[in-house]
Nanobody, 126 residues
Framework: VQLVESGGGLVQPGGSLRLSCTVS????????MGWFRQVPGKEREQVACISANDDGTTEYDRSVRGRFTISKDSSTNTLYLTATNMRPEDTGVYYC???????????????????WGQGAQVTVSS
């Protein structure tokens, strides 16, 4: 299963950035998907997920709730993470993932994720 990420880079505090991840159609329709973040010296943490139910239920870690938005485009099999009002502590490597089930819920942490993207570096700094 191939997940191809794009959109990382350098952003100033308070700025915005959008990450993209293309996913195989089979998994896009049948599995919950999500985004993890790894900060140097810390374990990977799940920041957002979106279920494969009709409503596309979304869930967020409290550290990003209200600032980040996870979404998906079925016409292009693309998963997005739109980050706004970014902070230096948002710096890290971001990974898109495919979960083991459809959800909801889907915010379970690493044990929930089955397939991983290659990671995209995001740096928030002035």
């Amino acid at each position: 299963v191939q997940l191809v990420e794009s959109g990382g880079g350098l952003v100033q505090p308070g700025g915005s950035l959008r990450l993209s991840c293309t996913v195989s159609r089979l998994h896009f329709e049948r599995r919950a998907m999500g985004w993890f973040r790894q900060v140097p010296g810390k374990e990977r943490e799940q920041v957002a997920c979106i279920s494969a139910n009709d409503d596309g239920t979304t869930e967020y870690d409290r550290s990003v709730r209200g600032r980040f938005t996870i979404s998906k485009d079925s016409s292009t099999n693309t998963l997005y993470l739109t980050a706004t009002n970014m902070r230096p502590e948002d710096t890290g490597v971001y990974y898109c993932t495919i979960g083991k089930g459809r959800g909801p819920p889907c915010l379970y942490g690493e044990r929930w994720a089955e397939f991983w993207g290659q990671g995209a570096q995001v740096t928030v700094s002035s």
